[in-house]
Nanobody, 125 residues
Protein backbone atom coordinates (compact mmCIF):
# COMPACT_ATOMS: atom_id res chain seq x y z
CA UNK A 1 0.00 0.00 0.00
CA UNK A 2 1.34 3.40 -0.96
CA UNK A 3 0.09 6.55 0.71
CA UNK A 4 0.56 10.10 -0.50
CA UNK A 5 -0.51 13.06 1.61
CA UNK A 6 -1.26 16.54 0.39
CA UNK A 7 -2.91 19.72 1.57
CA UNK A 8 -0.53 20.88 4.25
CA UNK A 9 0.78 24.41 4.49
CA UNK A 10 0.92 27.51 6.61
CA UNK A 11 -2.22 29.01 8.05
CA UNK A 12 -3.14 31.65 10.57
CA UNK A 13 -4.58 30.83 13.96
CA UNK A 14 -8.25 30.01 13.60
CA UNK A 15 -7.87 29.02 9.98
CA UNK A 16 -8.65 25.77 8.23
CA UNK A 17 -6.86 23.19 6.13
CA UNK A 18 -7.98 20.00 4.47
CA UNK A 19 -5.47 17.19 4.23
CA UNK A 20 -5.86 14.42 1.69
CA UNK A 21 -4.33 10.96 1.60
CA UNK A 22 -4.44 9.00 -1.64
CA UNK A 23 -3.95 5.27 -1.22
CA UNK A 24 -2.85 2.90 -3.94
CA UNK A 25 -1.69 -0.66 -4.21
CA UNK A 26 -3.34 -3.49 -2.29
CA UNK A 27 -5.73 -1.23 -0.41
CA UNK A 28 -8.11 -4.12 0.28
CA UNK A 29 -5.72 -5.25 2.99
CA UNK A 30 -6.31 -2.09 5.01
CA UNK A 31 -8.95 -2.15 7.74
CA UNK A 32 -8.21 1.24 9.25
CA UNK A 33 -6.88 4.52 7.98
CA UNK A 34 -5.52 7.08 10.35
CA UNK A 35 -4.00 10.50 10.62
CA UNK A 36 -1.10 10.94 13.00
CA UNK A 37 1.10 13.89 13.76
CA UNK A 38 4.53 14.54 15.16
CA UNK A 39 5.92 17.83 16.32
CA UNK A 40 9.66 18.40 16.77
CA UNK A 41 10.87 16.77 19.96
CA UNK A 42 7.56 15.05 20.60
CA UNK A 43 6.25 11.55 20.09
CA UNK A 44 4.03 10.64 17.21
CA UNK A 45 0.40 10.77 18.26
CA UNK A 46 -2.86 9.68 16.75
CA UNK A 47 -5.19 12.41 15.55
CA UNK A 48 -8.11 10.50 14.05
CA UNK A 49 -8.93 7.03 12.77
CA UNK A 50 -11.58 5.69 10.42
CA UNK A 51 -12.34 2.11 9.52
CA UNK A 52 -12.73 1.16 5.89
CA UNK A 53 -16.13 -0.39 6.53
CA UNK A 54 -17.59 2.24 8.80
CA UNK A 55 -17.07 5.67 10.17
CA UNK A 56 -14.62 7.37 12.48
CA UNK A 57 -13.62 5.33 15.48
CA UNK A 58 -11.16 7.62 17.21
CA UNK A 59 -10.48 11.30 17.70
CA UNK A 60 -7.79 12.60 19.98
CA UNK A 61 -9.22 14.72 22.74
CA UNK A 62 -7.26 17.74 21.58
CA UNK A 63 -9.00 17.78 18.16
CA UNK A 64 -12.55 16.82 19.02
CA UNK A 65 -14.99 19.26 17.59
CA UNK A 66 -12.36 20.85 15.36
CA UNK A 67 -11.13 18.07 13.08
CA UNK A 68 -13.15 15.63 10.99
CA UNK A 69 -11.88 12.49 9.30
CA UNK A 70 -13.72 11.14 6.27
CA UNK A 71 -13.12 8.89 3.33
CA UNK A 72 -14.06 8.33 -0.27
CA UNK A 73 -13.87 4.58 -0.78
CA UNK A 74 -14.34 4.91 -4.53
CA UNK A 75 -11.13 6.87 -4.88
CA UNK A 76 -9.31 5.32 -1.89
CA UNK A 77 -8.82 8.75 -0.40
CA UNK A 78 -8.96 9.76 3.24
CA UNK A 79 -9.40 13.35 4.34
CA UNK A 80 -8.76 15.33 7.47
CA UNK A 81 -10.68 18.58 7.69
CA UNK A 82 -9.01 20.80 10.26
CA UNK A 83 -10.84 23.87 11.54
CA UNK A 84 -10.07 26.39 14.27
CA UNK A 85 -6.40 25.60 14.02
CA UNK A 86 -4.13 26.46 16.92
CA UNK A 87 -0.36 26.96 17.09
CA UNK A 88 -0.09 23.67 18.99
CA UNK A 89 -1.47 21.89 15.91
CA UNK A 90 1.80 22.66 14.13
CA UNK A 91 3.37 19.33 13.20
CA UNK A 92 4.14 16.94 10.41
CA UNK A 93 0.93 15.07 9.65
CA UNK A 94 1.12 11.49 8.46
CA UNK A 95 -1.46 9.28 6.86
CA UNK A 96 -1.24 5.61 7.77
CA UNK A 97 -3.00 2.36 6.96
CA UNK A 98 -3.40 -0.73 9.10
CA UNK A 99 -4.01 -4.33 8.15
CA UNK A 100 -4.62 -5.29 11.76
CA UNK A 101 -8.09 -6.42 12.69
CA UNK A 102 -10.69 -3.72 13.22
CA UNK A 103 -10.68 -4.04 16.99
CA UNK A 104 -6.91 -3.61 17.09
CA UNK A 105 -6.49 -0.74 14.65
CA UNK A 106 -9.52 1.34 15.55
CA UNK A 107 -8.02 2.71 18.77
CA UNK A 108 -5.24 4.50 16.92
CA UNK A 109 -2.06 3.02 18.34
CA UNK A 110 0.62 3.92 15.81
CA UNK A 111 2.49 0.61 16.17
CA UNK A 112 -0.51 -1.17 14.66
CA UNK A 113 -0.18 0.73 11.43
CA UNK A 114 1.85 -0.99 8.75
CA UNK A 115 1.94 1.60 6.00
CA UNK A 116 2.89 5.24 6.22
CA UNK A 117 3.01 8.20 3.93
CA UNK A 118 5.85 10.69 3.80
CA UNK A 119 3.96 13.34 5.70
CA UNK A 120 2.74 16.85 5.04
CA UNK A 121 3.74 19.83 7.15
CA UNK A 122 1.12 21.95 8.87
CA UNK A 123 2.24 25.23 10.41
CA UNK A 124 -0.14 27.43 12.38
CA UNK A 125 0.98 30.90 13.44
Amino acid sequence: VQLVESGGGSVQVGGSLRLSCAASGYTASSNCMGWFRQAPGKQREAVAVITTIGGPTYYASFVKGRFTISQDLASNTVYLQMNSLKPEDTAMYYCAASSYSFDLCSAGYYYRYNYWGQGTQVTVS
